[in-house]
């Protein structure tokens, strides 16, 4: 549980790069207005930690928390200070703070403050270590906290920045890119608040310029899923490996969360496959440092367990492999050697359904084998690499009773 200790360490903190407010924060404390829960009642909101801000529960990740020490407590201390500014100001105003567009207004307001804050202490943080030769980075964070497009990272699949266009829960569609760095983002991440995943951490990736290992999905806009991937460098080779993985749907019992979509997580490793086998990643493995909790989510995608804790990506698993095939390359289409790849896994698949379903799981499990193969067969971009899938279904034309259906979605076939 956080503590008032805790609470004042954070507020020292604080105190260190904004004097006045680390004052009132604080004064705050001393007034209880600024509190710890009690340790004999209620010390956790849902899976995560909390603190009281004017009798309000304040939610802190618990990983956050345990790992970052008082950083996640800075962050949502500065929040709540910003919505306080705000709040006087509408007061002062005479306008009514009850209203779903006054609370909305409130909390824009609040996590613009401390993402402001933040950045305003990465500038200064840069200046100190880095110097004059640090300038161009500086102005890049200054033109940040001048944005005022609140869509600026929106996405729409023409741009740029955009990598695959693909699908989540049934058919929502999503987009995979690299972190787009700017205001909105940021305030996005303020908001959602995900497990491992706060404003410093991108911050400091960007000052040790490795923003670009950082990966969302975005559905309708909004960031649902974010991925941060490193390399180790081992002997004579290197190995890709998924560092941090976080998707809105995982915060349960949190209202940042609602109508978050399923399949995030798959859809986020699918794009990652993808670039690791495009070359983006010049990497020998696909590996994973797994949680103990995640370990069956990993195993459905295909990771197989090498050592203790390490996780290694063989053959992806259907769950996985329907991800990939219905992700479409946006700026290019794959090289010709990775739609051949994925055409070979698919034929694999193809093989599978000759056997006859025992059990209900077997029976899901085909269900999913025949979306696969057909969304393959029935894609554009694999129209070249569908050949021996094709075959394999002649092959076996009698032991598949869907295989004159699939046969019929491919381009140019002839019964």
């Known amino acids: 549980?956080?503590?008032?200790?805790?609470?004042?360490?954070?507020?020292?903190?604080?105190?260190?790069?904004?004097?006045?407010?680390?004052?009132?924060?604080?004064?705050?404390?001393?007034?209880?207005?600024?509190?710890?829960?009690?340790?004999?009642?209620?010390?956790l909101l849902g899976e995560d930690f909390f603190f009281l801000f004017d009798t309000y529960r304040t939610r802190v990740s618990k990983f956050l928390y345990i790992n970052k020490g008082t950083v996640p407590i800075e962050e949502r201390l500065l929040v709540k200070y910003g919505e306080l500014l705000k709040k006087r100001e509408l007061l002062e105003r005479g306008e009514a703070l009850n209203t779903p567009e006054a609370a909305q207004t409130i909390r824009q307001a609040g996590l613009r403050y401390m993402v402001l804050h933040e950045i305003d202490y990465a500038i200064?943080?840069?200046?100190?270590?880095q110097g004059p030769p640090a300038e161009s980075l500086v102005a890049?964070?200054?033109?940040?906290?001048?944005?005022?497009?609140?869509?600026?990272?929106?996405?729409?699949?023409?741009d740029a920045g955009v990598l695959y266009r693909g699908l989540v829960d049934v058919s929502?569609?999503?987009?995979?890119m690299r972190f787009p760095f700017c205001l909105d983002s940021l305030l996005q991440v303020a908001h959602i608040n995900l497990e491992f995943f706060h404003v410093r951490f991108f911050l400091n990736r960007l000052i040790r310029n490795q923003i670009r290992n950082?990966?969302?999905?975005?559905?309708?806009?909004?960031i649902v899923g974010i991925i941060y991937l490193i390399f180790k460098e081992q002997l004579f080779?290197?190995?890709?490996?998924?560092?941090?993985?976080a998707t809105l749907r995982g915060k349960a019992g949190d209202p940042a969360a609602a109508g978050a979509p399923r399949g995030v997580g798959t859809f986020l490793v699918a794009g990652v496959w993808l670039e690791w086998k495009t070359g983006t990643f010049k990497a020998r493995d696909f590996v994973l440092d797994s949680e103990v909790a995640a370990r069956g989510f990993y195993q459905s995608l295909g990771f197989h367990s090498r050592g203790a804790a390490e996780f290694v990506l063989r053959t992806p698993r259907p769950q996985l492999l329907k991800a990939i095939v219905c992700m479409k390359r946006v700026q290019q289409p794959l090289p010709p050697a990775v739609a051949a790849e994925i055409g070979g896994l698919i034929a694999k698949q193809v093989g599978s359904l000759r056997k006859r379903p025992k059990t209900e799981t077997d029976l899901s499990e085909r269900h999913t084998t025949l979306e696969i193969v057909n969304a393959f067969l029935g894609s554009d971009a694999y129209a070249g690499a569908a050949e021996k899938a094709v075959r394999t279904l002649r092959k076996y034309k009698k032991k598949i009773p869907e295989s004159e259906t699939l046969l019929g979605s491919v381009r140019g076939y002839d019964a």
């Open 214 to 222: 950082c990966f969302v999905c975005l559905v309708d806009h909004r």
């Open 1 to 43: 549980m956080i503590r008032r200790e805790t609470i004042k360490q954070a507020i020292d903190a604080i105190t260190q790069r904004s004097p006045e407010v680390g004052y009132t924060l604080d004064e705050m404390l001393g007034n209880g207005i600024i509190d710890a829960p009690d340790p004999r009642g209620e010390t």
């Open 140 to 158: 890049f964070l200054e033109a940040v906290k001048r944005e005022t497009d609140p869509r600026v990272c929106s996405a729409d699949p023409g």
């Open 237 to 245: 080779f290197r190995r890709l490996v998924i560092d941090f993985i």
């Open 172 to 176: 929502t569609p999503a987009l995979f």
């Open 124 to 129: 200064r943080r840069v200046r100190k270590d």
